[in-house]
């Protein structure tokens, strides 16, 4: 039985007295000599104070029953800021507020000091964090594993219109919200050799020498649930050498030798994603995503036990989940501790093995299906290397024999890609030793069985299933649209934070005139907020009076910001040309928000385009304001929480059979922007969901896609063709929007002309013709209002928690344990 958790009540008093105790005995300061950091720290210790015996009792609550546990191994984990989450989730936001303002302290002052985690990137990572965040509302047992990154993966800066990454020091006032446990390293160990023997028994004995080693320090983060007790972990890893001083160098006068272990070893857990397009760049990758598995796997077979008793159980006490293709060297790693640590039989490991892993596949682009070639792998991480050419010797045999005459099929279903050069793909071995892979929204999953993955699904048809991607609406809506948040209360009642199904309540309030302007009035006041946000911050200015039309996504081809460009262009370019007076515009301001790869020039080369077109037309008096471009830098969560309730329009305008998912489509929807897009990734359910007459479509679909690009797409045919584009693209390679320069945006133009492999053009006049569309919609506002309302009251369907549901049903299976 669940034992109650009994703790005292926290009144403004208490909570203030904590405060003060915390000031003064963990950052040595009183009131009136604090630092503003001094201040947020204690502040943030204060709350985490209220969640830590909840988060004791979680753990030793869940080990005496001996839960299954769900271990989600992550490359990344998007969190964004701490505070005001673990305030929602502890019930103390008016207590901390009324805390503050007794000791005369501005709480919102004191919460914007807090710098979010550099721990992700894009939709990958928050993903994670909505995950993590639905399993401890739903009181499953959960551990959320991943790297402490010490720089994230940059801080992005313009110079001169182009993307500058600086490091993103977040870490450099320390954070509050981390539990470092230096006694529960991990040893994680790479290079070396093999050395192979016969048992008395027969048996071959496998002993790997490897040839260094770093140490994995553990760095535990509370998980709050909401409106539950429970409270699991995220448990991160930061690379540490195992002896990282030389004294006896340093004294010979050597003093960068002295150190130069540390700094090999910490290079490991320094940066997300490090720059691949070198040799140490993809071998510093590869050392990455062994080191936190490696440490995560030896961390959850230590709670389980490592006798073979308890070894055996491993299905019924834990299941992993490797998000994307980083962590899928767990998988031999499991099958190294199991056979060459622990004695088990190779056949036996394998059935454990393949038991309590799943993959999710989160794309559709063969580049995006990580590969590591043979001799990397080999030299870096031997023994694995020959463990997985031995579940592809084995696997490659049953194929054999169940297809004796189709050598071709064994040659795409191998491990080991022969050509262009020799290597091993890492989705293929993800299938092969997973019980259940997923896709991650309708289309997503189909495509995956019938095209990426079609020869697994055939031979398996039973594995592959689909859950489509949600996000939490604690944080995208509750923290970041309280105007929004209020009103749903008022009309329906506060259950929706917890079961956002209960928003479908709202639908008839669509038909309410009073309710219509009252979230018109919400919006409006959104638009300001961020205005001024966007004016403090990047010093960039905003109307709220035009339309928030709204792209904001990692910059890459694919997800086509160069489409809704040339829209822009398209517009001034009509301007110029004077084929309409610009002061009949619809006021539109375009914001974009993208980071783009360091290595990824073509996507930088666009970042640029956008800076140089916004420079252009934002001063052009012909305009008078009526359209302009606003891209901040440095996108990040905690700007995504105040711009996502301001948006009006949603751009989710990628090539169809491209994007997996999406999860900025479902925030921009649960907060009222009406989405244009094509039927790519989860667009599709979500149109569904809303209505066709609530969304605006464009653009071909998979299929005629496929049809296209087999025929012999040739974007320049478009070009000629289309008036609008070739004025567009005529516009950007003329230098007017690079002082003159012709050859400034020479690459941008000709891949457009000659190649253009997400087929741009082919799309832009649907696009254009959709964007018509969608202002005459917008000029009848009360109109606009009900097709907004609808929106959100038919978006629940994509919360984190039934994303999550879902996985418990179709392939965790892992009941929940509540404290009381």
Not at 575 to 587: A, Q, R
Not at 675 to 683: H, W
Not at 715 to 728: D, I
């Amino acid at each position: 039985m669940n034992r109650p958790l009994d703790l005292p009540p926290v009144t403004v008093e208490t909570f203030s007295s904590d405060f003060i105790a915390r000031l003064r005995h963990s950052r040595g300061v009183d009131l009136e000599t604090a630092s503003q950091n001094d201040l947020y720290s204690a502040l943030a210790w204060t709350v985490r104070k209220n969640l830590i015996d909840r988060w004791l009792e979680t753990k030793k609550t869940q080990a005496a029953q001996k839960a299954k546990v769900v271990a989600y191994l992550s490359a990344e984990y998007l969190l964004g800021a701490q505070l005001n989450n673990m305030l929602l989730a502890s019930g103390l936001e008016q207590t901390a507020r009324d805390a503050m303002a007794s000791l005369g302290l501005d709480f919102d002052k004191l919460a914007s000091v807090e710098v979010e985690p550099g721990l992700g990137n894009g939709g990958l990572g928050r993903l994670a964090a909505c995950f993590v965040d639905s399993l401890a509302t739903l009181d499953i047992p959960a551990i959320g594993y991943g790297i402490r990154y010490q720089h994230g993966i940059f801080r992005q800066t313009f110079v001169d219109g182009r993307q500058a990454e600086q490091p993103d020091n977040w870490l450099e006032l320390g954070s509050p919200w981390e539990l470092p446990h230096p006694e529960a390293s991990v040893t994680v160990r790479f290079g070396g050799s093999v050395a192979h023997a016969t048992s008395a028994t027969g048996e071959d004995v496998a002993t790997w020498t490897p040839s260094w080693e770093v140490e994995a320090v553990p760095y535990n983060y509370l998980v709050p649930g909401y409106g539950t007790a429970n409270v699991n972990s995220l448990r991160l890893w930061s690379a540490r050498a195992t002896q990282s001083f030389d004294l006896q160098i340093f004294n010979s006068g050597d003093y960068e030798a002295a150190v130069r272990a540390q700094t090999f070893a910490e290079n490991i857990s320094q940066v997300l994603y490090p720059e691949d397009s070198t040799p140490q760049g993809k071998e510093l990758r590869l050392q990455q995503q062994y080191f936190f598995v490696a440490a995560s796997l030896r961390d959850m077979i230590e709670q389980v036990g490592t006798s073979l008793d308890a070894l055996r159980t491993l299905p019924e006490r834990v299941v992993f989940q490797l998000n994307d293709t980083h962590p899928v060297i767990a998988i031999p790693e499991l099958m190294r501790l199991l056979v060459d640590e622990y004695s088990v039989a190779w056949d036996e490991a394998w059935d454990i093995t393949r038991s309590v892993f799943n993959y999710t596949c989160h794309t559709l682009l063969p580049e995006a299906l990580e590969v590591w070639p043979v001799e990397l792998l080999g030299r870096l991480l031997p023994r694995h290397m020959e463990i997985i050419f031995r579940i592809n010797d084995d696997f490659i045999a049953e194929l054999r024999e169940q297809r004796p005459h189709d050598e071709l099929l064994v040659r795409r279903m191998s491990i080991i890609q022969e050509q262009p050069l020799r290597a091993v793909r890492m989705a293929h071995l993800a299938t092969i030793g997973s019980t259940k892979v997923n896709g991650v929204a309708a289309l997503h999953s189909e495509l995956l069985k019938d095209k990426v993955l079609v020869d697994f699904s055939n031979l398996w048809p039973g594995k592959f299933t689909n859950v489509t991607n949600g996000v939490t609406p604690r944080r995208f809506v509750k923290l970041a649209n309280p105007g929004l948040s209020s009103l749903i209360d008022e009309a329906i009642g506060t259950g929706w934070v917890k079961d956002l199904s209960e928003l479908r309540q709202l639908e008839p309030l669509a038909e309410d005139a009073e309710f219509r302007a009252r979230f018109r009035d919400v919006k409006y006041a959104n638009k300001v907020r961020f205005a001024k946000v966007l004016q403090e911050r990047d010093g960039i200015e905003v109307s709220p009076d035009a339309i928030f039309d709204v792209m904001v996504k990692r910059l890459h081809e694919y997800k086509r910001q160069m489409l809704k460009l040339l829209h822009v262009v398209s517009l001034y370019d009509r301007v110029l040309k004077g084929d309409f007076d610009p002061t009949t515009l619809t006021k539109r301001v375009v914001l974009f928000g993208a980071k783009a790869a360091p290595g990824y020039l073509m996507a930088k080369e666009i970042i640029a385009l956008i800076n140089a077109v916004g420079k252009t037309i934002n001063s052009d008096p012909r305009l008078d304001g009526r359209l302009r471009i606003a891209f901040p830098a440095n996108y990040n969560v905690t700007l995504a929480e105040k711009l996502i309730p301001a948006a009006d329009v949603s751009e989710q305008i990628s090539l169809a059979g491209k994007e997996a998912s999406g999860t900025g489509n479902m925030k921009f929807a649960l907060n009222g922007a009406l989405t244009i897009g094509t039927l790519d990734g989860a667009n599709v359910e979500i149109r569904e969901l809303v209505g066709e007459d609530n969304f605006f479509l464009f653009g071909l679909t998979e299929p005629e896609v496929e049809q296209l690009q087999s025929a012999g797409y040739q974007s320049a045919k478009y070009y000629e063709s289309n008036p609008a584009l070739r004025g567009a693209i005529d516009l950007i390679a003329s230098g007017a929007f690079s002082n003159g320069d012709r050859s400034a945006f020479e690459r941008v133009v000709s891949d457009l002309l000659w190649h253009d492999r997400f087929l741009v053009l082919a799309d832009f006049e649907s696009y254009i013709e959709a964007q018509s569309t969608l202002e005459s919609a917008y000029a009848d506002q009360d109109a606009w209002s009900r097709a907004a309302v609808l929106n959100v009251a038919r978006s629940g369907f994509f919360s984190s928690d039934r994303s999550i549901r879902d996985y418990l049903d179709r392939i965790w299976h892992a009941p929940a344990v509540p404290l009381r």
